[in-house]
């Protein structure tokens, strides 16, 4: 079979051994290409013109492993909900890092490839609604121009996995800078070993932070620079109201990529207290609860690096006491940031805060959609037959209009940055759904459709218009994937 271009490297695999085993994907039986990310391909520089659909569905189920892969399952833990436990990938293998054209590497994992040592009771597989879903709510926030994993193919795999009823079973390929996890530090920590997790800090500074090697404590820069990345990422989240659904510690990325799609959603109606998830009963992962939580996580990993911070436990605590200390400031900094794009204010006036504040309470009062809100406001298209009609919300623009015009009177400026952050379509649950039904009886068109309109979110044309209706049902996410 000719090699469509995989060029790959496994420097993960030169960590202690602890780290992976080394373990092929199980077979299937009868692989099928569902879907294939040609633009993603090209710029991993794949080229499969010469491969036949066979050839294709069996590199991606891992049939076939070309040259130079060299499969690892990682080991990792966690605190799921709270609670520590020891995991790895227990259903998914890193088939190695691609170096690209543009010579950075990429991560190759097939989720869903069956059972490794870290599977515990699972079977190792995965079904194909999931993973369509995970292709699609990864490939958006790409769109949305938010740090993720990426989705290069799924496959279906001739054979059934069993959850509540028999599913199709499906394999996706994600791709990601890293797969590297909080959780494989809290796992290099469970042992004890500073040797180890000194291997793996080295190794993920090399990866994504070679500029904090300059500072003196590279333990405590990597922290702080780990703390800005989260941060970050979950401000944009809270720009496009996504709910992750499940901010365990082993599903937070060194990276600061959003990994591990399961019951993440977007919110329809603005409340800060909305939650899919069936089993996050206490809120826990509640949309207004993500920058706590995050903090949280990062506190998390914090602990695991504190006998490389300082040898002396009392001096490591206080300094990474300080970092955490800076977080909830910064978090605010940025949030506050973030919202001034999406009310188009360019410069920072001490009274933005409250405005926005009177802002987000007053659609948690009407239940406003937080996208088409923004929306309508960027747009100055806001339908007259809704609750902007209410006096409050009236009294309200007024004063946000006044309050843009501030720093200069022409708005430009200021329509192109709303333009750029408040996007006109998110993939919305009422569609995802019915892309989701659609492709599981076998009609691929809404949901390459949908991925369409979402690959270019900012953009409002025709096809758009169908995307852009609030859900009005109650809505429910299921982690049993
Ligand atoms: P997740 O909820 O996807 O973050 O998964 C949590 C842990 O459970 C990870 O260690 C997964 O590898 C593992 N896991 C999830 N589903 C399965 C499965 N069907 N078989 C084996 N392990 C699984
Ligand atoms: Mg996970």
Not at 341 to 348: C, P, W
Not at 377 to 403: I, Y
Not at 456 to 479: I, K, L, M, V
Request: net charge negative.
């Amino acid at each position: 079979m000719k090699n469509p271009g995989f060029k790959f490297k496994q420097t993960y695999a030169h960590l202690p051994g602890v780290f992976f085993t080394r373990v092929p994907p199980v077979r299937v039986q009868q692989p099928e290409v569902v879907l294939l990310n040609h633009q993603l391909a090209l710029t991993l520089g794949l080229d499969f013109s010469e491969n036949t659909a066979d050839e294709i569905a069996s590199i991606f189920s891992g049939n076939t492993l070309l040259e130079g892969c060299d499969p690892i399952a990682q080991a990792y833990a966690g605190h799921q909900f709270g609670h520590f436990t020891n995991l790895g990938d227990g259903r998914a293998v890193l088939l190695g890092e691609q170096e690209t054209p543009q010579a950075s590497t990429f991560d190759i994992q097939l989720k869903g490839s069956g059972r490794t040592p870290y599977s515990r009771g699972g079977d190792g597989r995965a079904a194909l609604g999931p993973m369509l879903r995970e292709y699609l709510i990864s490939e958006a926030m790409h769109g949305l121009g938010i740090e993720t994993t990426r989705s290069l193919a799924v496959v279906s795999t001739g054979e059934d996995v069993f959850r509540e009823t028999p599913l199709r079973g499906a394999i996706l390929t994600r791709i990601a800078r890293s797969h590297i996890r909080v959780g494989n530090f809290q796992y290099a920590a469970a042992h004890r070993n500073v040797d180890w997790i000194r291997a793996l800090m080295d190794f993920t500074i090399e990866k994504h932070y070679p500029e904090v090697n300059a500072s003196g404590n590279a333990a405590l820069a990597l922290l702080d620079a780990l703390m800005e990345k989260q941060i970050k990422l979950v401000v944009q989240w809270m720009r496009v109201g996504f709910i992750h659904g499940v901010m365990n510690t082993d599903n937070v990325a060194l990276s600061g990529e959003t990994i591990d799609y399961g019951p993440c959603a977007f919110m329809d109606a603005y409340d800060p207290s909305t939650v899919f998830s069936s089993i996050d009963h206490a809120g826990r992962y509640a949309f207004s609860n993500q920058p706590v939580i995050a903090q949280w996580n990062i506190a998390r990993f914090a602990e695991t690096l504190l006998p490389l911070i300082d040898p002396d436990s009392d001096k490591a605590l206080s300094l990474a006491g300080e970092v955490m200390s800076r977080a909830d400031r910064f978090y605010r900094d940025e949030w506050l940031h973030m919202m001034r794009t999406k009310l188009g204010l360019r410069d920072e006036q001490p009274e933005d805060e409250a405005l926005i504040r009177e802002l987000l309470d007053w659609m948690k009062d009407v239940q406003a959609d937080y996208t088409n809100t923004f929306l309508g406001l960027s747009r100055d298209s806001l339908p007259e037959a809704t609750a902007c009609t209410d006096p409050k919300f009236k009294e309200w623009r007024q004063r946000w209009s006044l309050r843009r015009q501030k720093g200069s009177a022409d708005t430009g400026l200021s329509d192109c940055l709303m333009q750029r952050n408040n996007p006109c379509v998110i993939p919305r649950n009422h569609k995802v759904e019915e892309a989701l039904a659609a492709a599981n009886a076998g009609d691929l068109n809404p949901f390459n459709q949908m991925l369409q309109v979402l690959e270019d979110p900012y953009q409002e044309n025709e096809s758009s218009a169908p995307y852009q209706e609030s859900g009005r049902e109650p809505y429910q996410t299921f982690c049993g994937t």
